[in-house]
């Protein structure tokens, strides 16, 4: 069980740190982008300062007084395009690499020729008045392989600072549950001594018991008290062993006679014992598609499973329901399903009924005799038999708990439904 939480906390601490770290190289990766870009476009504007001084205009017509003399203020690596046009947007004049030969505006960036140039624009101005622009252009490829340089590092650097993020949760996660460990270490060392102290107090009122009702024949009042103590006292001798069996197979202590078995052989045995149960509450028990199953498991603890699912059944669902049993064979193994016309459980409980001293409705189950194991006791035995226990259900409508078991040797099905007045029958003609 910790085990299990503290997989899921280091999963979430995982999931978490990732997170964090994509959001935050992201945001890295842009801000480094932006700088780049910025700096970029200061180059820019540093060559069209000292370009445009460089601009003549003579007979409505603008030039470089020196063609090469724009190039000469670039100090940078890559050589600027330099281009000038008129007032409606035409070129009259260029200097440096071919560029993209159309006007752009500040900021604005092109694919050219396998590369992107970003450009920056100014309008030149004589006497107040706009006579021309002139546009600088350079090509981005510095900028772009420093952001893939800056990214491939964040890319090798990932999966290093990922296994470190896992192992250190992993190892916070233990650090966090060990002292909720120690606490249940010594919750469970306390029910394990407690159930063993009680039980010979427990032996010693069923004892007493029996020797007062044996003295108190005559006295048919005193009898019937003595009977509200017997019957404590079986309802708390069952409930020391339900926990005492929990706290083994928690403990993987649980100790179990496996020997190859007929566990549909089994089946009919219980479904013969509830069958008076269900025919006092009028309750159709039905037996439907009965697979011939062997399997290894302990029988008596099978027993106790199958019961205990019966039992269930039978204190949910009213007189006139229907439970209805099946054990159908699925691949290599066994599948054994329990379905009620009770009253449901609903949505937000479904998870939580297999937990120890869980109750759907508290008034009803302990009226009832429940002590919240009954599930409990039921997954237990389904995994210390390599097997596994699902429900689904609906208020209202019903329930469906079904076990799924390995199987040893062959399956074979016969169909046949039985009723609660027949299993009885079928038992004693299976026997014999």
Known sequence: MFQKIRINLTVAFFILSVTVFLFISGIAALAFYNGLTEALDEQLAEIATGTIPLVKYENGKLFFSDPASPLKVSIYHATPTVTLFD?????VSTAGPKGSERFLYTGDEVAFQNTRLRALSRPIKMDGNAIGHIQIELSTLHRDRALTEFLQAIGIAAPFLILALGGTGYWLSGKAIKPMEETFAVLKQFMSDAGHEL?????????????????????????ERVDVIRRSADRMQRLVSDLLLLTKSERAQLTLQMVPMRFDMLLREVLGEFSDLCEDKGIELKADDIAVGRMHGDKDALHRMIANLLENASNYTNSGGTITVSLTAVGSGLVLRVADTGIGIPPESLEKIFDRFYRVDESRTRAKGGSGLGLSIVRAIAESHHGNVTVQSEVGVGTTFTISLPAIGQTSIFRKTLQ?????????????
Do not use: F, Q, W, Y
């Not at 007032?87 to 070129?91: A, W």
């Not at 427990?202 to 005193?222: K, R, Y």
């Not at 609660?420 to 014999?432: G, L, N, Q, V, W």
């Open 420 to 432: 609660a007045s027949d299993i009885a029958d079928e038992m004693t003609k299976t026997r014999s």
């Open 199 to 223: 039980k010979t107090p427990i032996a010693v009122i069923h004892a007493t018991c029996d020797n007062l009702g044996a003295d108190l024949e005559e006295n048919s009042s005193a009898l």
């Open 87 to 91: 007032t409606s947007m035409h070129i």
